[in-house]
């Protein structure tokens, strides 16, 4: 069984940074598209963005590029988001997931969910 486990998240003051970690276990995680994704209070799920399982290609939902990075270290089977110039709008619960077998993440292609982690950005 996949586990994710995300940590890193918390109360940041708006114009803050914040770098969210997503730890999966078992030993194929060089092998999984990972992504991050969001959920609001009262929203839908949101798609973040992603990156393949090399690590080699990243990309994001128009509305994440230029604030936020998304990287691994598959020595540490670890996916990070990096957030900065953080806005109040940015609350949310923040979710990793995993696509098996080399293939990516996408909004609607999913096999694996963490938890999530709280992010709170006040004004």
């Known amino acids: 069984q996949v586990q994710l486990v995300e940590s890193g998240g918390g109360l940041v003051q708006a114009g803050g940074s914040l770098r969210l970690s997503c730890v999966v276990s078992?030993?194929?995680?060089?092998?999984?598209?990972m992504g991050w994704f969001r959920q609001a209070p009262g929203k839908e799920r949101e798609f973040l963005g992603g990156?393949?399982?090399?690590?080699?290609?990243?990309y994001y939902a128009l509305s994440m590029r230029g604030r936020f990075t998304i990287y691994r270290d598959n020595a540490k089977n670890t996916l990070y988001l990096q957030m900065n110039s953080l806005k109040p709008e940015d609350t949310a619960v923040y979710y990793c997931?995993?696509?098996?077998?080399?293939?990516?993440?996408?909004?609607?292609?999913?096999?694996?969910w963490g938890q999530g982690t709280q992010v709170t950005v006040s004004s």
């Open positions: 997931a995993a696509k098996m077998n080399f293939k990516a993440v996408s909004a609607h292609d999913v096999d694996y």
């Open positions: 990156i393949t399982w090399s690590g080699t290609n990243t």
């Open positions: 078992g030993r194929t995680f060089s092998t999984y598209g």
